[in-house]
């Protein structure tokens, strides 16, 4: 299994411009998350899915859009990049357990918006 | 709501003297609790969690943290620090498949 992947690993973008983070898990996961991680701040979740054609908003959404056509896909677009959006962005997988909820971390994509 | 507060953003501990970080949760139902680490440049590895079986938890490369209900506490210790354990460490809570983190507690361990 190669978990939970994400590309790009670096981008720049130019303010205005779009792009689509990708995320993809090959464990047949249910919940997919995305998060960003901002210095002193840990990790804030941007949007959430419980299923394929399910999304929801998480505690930072505003600028990103998510769709979820397969249970394997969760990508994360920018619609009008920010300098404020440059972050580092980690794409979660999880599914429930015995004792809770069990959480896979993709390796991150590190954004920077001039 | 649920939230995580880690105290101090920055521990700073000689080789080989203990490492405590702290954190403290609100939940109005009882929690799953988490300490994640994150080395330089690199993704979040789980440390250990707590899922109501034992109040101790033992993880990985001899780390343990202790839920307190009365404290509302969930503290990481490690007895012996190593240099490898520069890193920043972040507690986590969910009630379901999403977490809530605090905002990291940065290690640096002197030589």
């Given at each position: 299994n190669a978990g939970v992947t994400q590309t790009p690993k670096f981008q720049v973008l130019k303010t205005g411009q779009s792009m689509t983070l990708q995320c993809a898990q090959d464990?047949?996961?249910?919940y997919m998350s995305w998060y960003r991680q901002d210095p002193g701040m840990g990790l804030r979740l941007i949007h959430y899915s419980v299923g394929a054609g399910i999304t929801d908003q998480g505690e930072v959404p505003n600028g990103y859009n998510v769709s979820r056509s397969t249970t394997e896909d969760f990508p994360l677009r920018l619609l009008s990049a920010a300098p404020s959006q440059t972050s580092v962005y980690f794409c979660a997988s999880s599914y429930v357990t015995g004792g809770g909820y069990e959480q896979y971390f993709g390796p991150g994509t590190r954004l920077t918006v001039t | 709501a649920q939230s995580v507060t880690q105290l101090g953003s920055h521990v700073s501990v000689s080789e080989g003297a203990l490492v405590l970080l702290r954190c403290n949760y609100s939940s109005s139902v009882p929690p799953y609790l988490f300490w994640y680490v994150q080395y330089p440049n690199q993704g979040l590895q789980l440390l250990l969690k707590y899922?109501?079986?034992?109040t101790l938890v033992k993880g990985i490369n001899g780390f343990e943290a202790e839920f307190k209900k009365s404290e509302t506490s969930f503290h990481l210790t490690k007895p012996s620090a190593h240099m490898s354990d520069a890193a920043e460490y972040f507690c986590a809570l969910s009630n379901d498949y999403k977490l809530s983190f605090g905002a990291g507690t940065t290690v640096t361990v002197r030589a």
């Open positions: 464990m047949n996961h249910e | 899922t109501s079986a034992a």
